[in-house]
């Protein structure tokens, strides 16, 4: 929930070792926030008891990695195909 100025030194030399252009830059702000996760650790994607109500939570980070294939789950769901997975 806080921003971890102490963690700053270690990224910014790793990332100007993998782009040097890096070297001339600052950082002007930054942002803390809370890891999502569900208790069992797998994310929610589908309906929710309510109708027309759909959700698709839970990545404990990882949402941008899964987007698209958990996208096109939901999508499958809303429409009444089955997305061949559990």
């Known amino acids: 929930t806080t921003v971890r ?7 910014t030399e790793t990332a100007v ?7 001339d ?3 002007t702000h930054a942002w803390a926030g809370l890891y999502e996760m ?7 994607i589908g309906g929710l008891g309510v109708d027309g109500l759909f ?3 839970g990545f404990s980070g990882h949402g941008f990695q899964h ?3 958990a996208g096109r789950i939901l999508a499958d769901v ?3 195909r ?3 997975l559990d």
């Not at 070792?17 to 070297?23: E, H, K, N, S």
């Not at 569900?38 to 929610?44: A, E, G, L, R, Y």
């Open 17 to 23: 070792t993998r782009l040097p252009a890096l070297a």
């Open 5 to 11: 100025w102490d963690f700053l030194p270690a990224v």
């Open 78 to 80: 809303i429409v009444g």
């Open 82 to 84: 089955d997305p061949g």
């Open 55 to 57: 959700a698709i939570a």
């Open 67 to 69: 987007a698209p294939a």
């Open 25 to 27: 830059a600052s950082v």
């Open 38 to 44: 569900t208790p069992d650790h797998n994310p929610v």
